[in-house]
């Protein structure tokens, strides 16, 4: 599924981006194949041990280079279920990540960057989803404030009186 600027955009104001952030689930040996073969098929330069190491890590994300442009991709492996959202680019079906997550996940984006100026276009990506998107407030608040993020939240997107 697409997540990032990608995703930010669908759900939220267009912007450019120099590269493409996805999701997959990686949660067995076979998963990893089908995933070589996958990247192989659409034009990626594979390196099998950047991906093994990126499996043996905390992080679970490579970024792979476009044979034939100079753009990249940055894959986030889950261990986990996706939850995705159907949506289309360029009229082709396909899945983002859902705009609850997303904003999730650029909270922790903006909460791990440093100088925090640096974060502004993932605070405005947050903004421009809620703007455009419904979310469930409550339960994004929640999950924020477990993430401990939800000062962020607050600054950007504060609670109605």
Same mark, same amino acid.
């Given at each position: 599924?697409?997540?990032?600027?990608l995703? !930010?955009?669908?759900?939220?104001?267009?912007?450019?981006?120099?590269d493409?952030d996805?999701?997959?689930?990686?949660?067995?040996?076979?998963?990893? !194949?089908?995933?070589?073969?996958?990247?192989?098929?659409?034009?990626?330069?594979? #390196?099998?041990?950047?991906?093994?190491?990126?499996?043996?890590?905390?992080y679970?994300?490579?970024?792979?280079? #476009?044979a034939?442009?100079p753009l990249t991709v940055?894959?986030i492996?889950?261990?986990?279920?996706?939850?995705?959202?159907?949506?289309?680019?360029?009229g082709?079906p396909?899945?983002?990540q859902t705009?609850?997550?997303?904003?999730l996940?650029?909270?922790?984006?903006i909460?791990?960057?440093?100088?925090?100026?640096?974060?502004?276009? #993932?605070?405005?990506?947050?903004?421009a989803?809620?703007?455009h998107?419904?979310?469930?407030?409550? !339960?994004?608040?929640e999950?924020?404030?477990?993430n401990?993020?939800?000062?962020?939240?607050?600054?950007?997107?504060?609670?109605?009186?």
């Amino acid at each position: 599924m697409f997540t990032g600027a990608l995703a !930010a955009s669908y759900y939220g104001t267009p912007r450019t981006t120099m590269d493409i952030d996805i999701v997959t689930e990686v949660a067995r040996k076979e998963s990893r !194949a089908r995933l070589i073969s996958a990247l192989k098929i659409v034009g990626l330069r594979v #390196d099998r041990q950047r991906i093994d190491a990126a499996l043996r890590s905390s992080y679970r994300i490579v970024s792979l280079r #476009d044979a034939k442009t100079p753009l990249t991709v940055d894959i986030i492996l889950s261990r986990t279920k996706l939850h995705k959202k159907t949506g289309s680019i360029l009229g082709l079906p396909t899945f983002y990540q859902t705009p609850r997550d997303l904003i999730l996940a650029k909270l922790r984006m903006i909460k791990a960057t440093v100088p925090r100026e640096r974060a502004l276009k #993932d605070k405005d990506d947050v903004r421009a989803i809620l703007r455009h998107t419904r979310v469930q407030m409550k !339960a994004l608040r929640e999950q924020a404030r477990r993430n401990n993020t939800i000062s962020i939240l607050e600054a950007i997107a504060p609670s109605d009186p």
